[in-house]
């Protein structure tokens, strides 16, 4: 067996390049359970570029979600946002730009100046605001090792993450706001007469790619969160520091390959060059996948233990007035009817609740129970909290 594992390994690192010589972090991760399969110095603090925009279309989606913006309503540009460089759509200041096309500019664009007016229209006026909003929700959702200084990843020396942390952003993105995800699939998009194409290659290279981020300044250098559905998996790749284009869309490609096989195969989980200890495994693991047991990596507990009090603690919303029958708890959404049927027993078995399945928008399966009290829904989302179960709260 040790043989067998070594063997693997040693086929394993012919396939990814060598650290540092063409990027700086890497990891593959399943979106559905949270396991990390392939991981390389994950939890190192990098520039995280414009993968910094992941959380502020994340507050974005938050804000929609509690009605506090509306796909049709307009922002107002700002001097300030106008001047944003140096990717960027070119909004005059003075002029407004729907919500749903500001989501655009982003993940097809990534542009700048969009950034900062989302950042001003939601938190007052000011994006310096916006920055410690992001960096506070990053903190309760689990991401230790990020600090956020702009709504954009414009260069800040005091502007950092990991790719362990940008992992379970994405997959907290995934996960409370699936109805959104396909803004992140987007490959081109039209504004004012031109077109704009993603700059995430993988989306017409590669079988099942489904977004989701590209990021790039001299500091950070090329980085790209990508994901792909395959025979009913769905995994995520992230690679920081890459030399070129060509580099991160390589490496990115390898990752999920690999990621994809180990799946297949039942390998055990890989962690090369870390001095962080891993988290436990996420005891609501129901993909399948064979582990080492308590020392496989995951991002999922951390994920799990903190999303219960996330929308209380940043939500400008207005939930303690609700009529009972108004609020729901969701247990998560999945790429596949079984993972998802696997939750609603899961819950069952845990918490004695029984849910429903819903086919979500873009086609995911969420597990959710309908018509509760906001009381009735607060004490199941402790109670599921308490259990390791990943919940929200929704209204």
């Known amino acids: 067996m040790k043989r067998l594992i070594s063997v693997f390994f040693a086929c394993f690192m012919l396939a990814i390049p060598a650290f540092g010589a063409q990027y700086r972090a890497a990891l593959v991760a399943d979106m559905d359970s949270g396991l990390i399969l392939y991981q390389e110095h994950a939890d190192d603090q990098n520039y995280p570029a414009s993968l910094t925009k992941i959380m502020t279309l994340y507050l974005t989606f938050d804000a929609l979600e509690h009605g506090r913006l509306h796909l049709d309503d307009y922002l107002i540009v700002s001097k300030s946002a106008a001047a944003a460089e140096p990717v960027k759509l070119g909004v005059a200041a003075g002029s407004k730009i729907k919500v749903e096309d500001a989501i655009k500019a982003l993940t097809v664009l990534s542009a700048n100046d ?42 800040n020396d005091d502007h950092l993450s990991t790719a362990r942390d940008i992992a379970l952003l994405a997959m907290a993105v995934y996960k409370h706001f699936p109805q959104y995800w396909h803004y992140f699939s987007i490959k081109t998009w039209t504004y004012n007469g031109k077109t704009y194409t993603n700059g995430n290659r993988l989306l017409g290279t590669y079988p099942g790619c489904d977004g989701m981020k590209t990021g790039y300044t001299r500091k950070s250098r090329y980085s790209l969160v990508a994901t792909a559905k395959r025979d009913g998996r769905h995994l995520m790749s992230v690679v920081l520091g890459a030399e070129s284009k060509d580099v991160r869309a390589n490496v990115s490609t390898r990752m999920l390959n690999k990621g994809f096989e180990m799946l297949a195969t039942g390998a055990t989980p890989v962690v090369v060059n870390s001095d962080v200890p891993s988290l436990p495994q996420n005891i609501n693991n129901n993909s399948g996948v064979k582990s080492s047991g308590a020392a496989a990596p995951t991002f999922a507990s951390a994920y799990n233990a903190a999303r219960g009090a996330i929308v209380p603690k940043y939500s400008t919303a207005n939930t303690s007035g609700n009529a009972p029958g108004n609020a729901g708890v969701q247990f998560g959404a999945f790429s596949s009817r079984a993972s998802a049927q696997s939750q609603v027993q899961n819950v069952l078995n845990q918490i004695g609740v029984n849910t429903v399945i819903e086919t979500a928008p873009n086609g995911m399966f969420r597990v959710r129970v309908n018509n509760l009290s906001e009381s009735a829904a607060q004490n199941i989302r402790n109670r599921a909290q308490n259990a390791g179960i990943d919940c929200y709260v929704f209204h």
């Open 114 to 155: 969009v950034a900062r007016v989302l950042a001003e229209n939601l938190k007052g006026g000011r994006e310096g605001n916006f920055a410690d909003l992001m960096t506070r929700v990053a903190g309760e959702i689990g991401l230790s090792g990020t600090n956020f200084e702009n709504s954009s990843g414009l260069p």
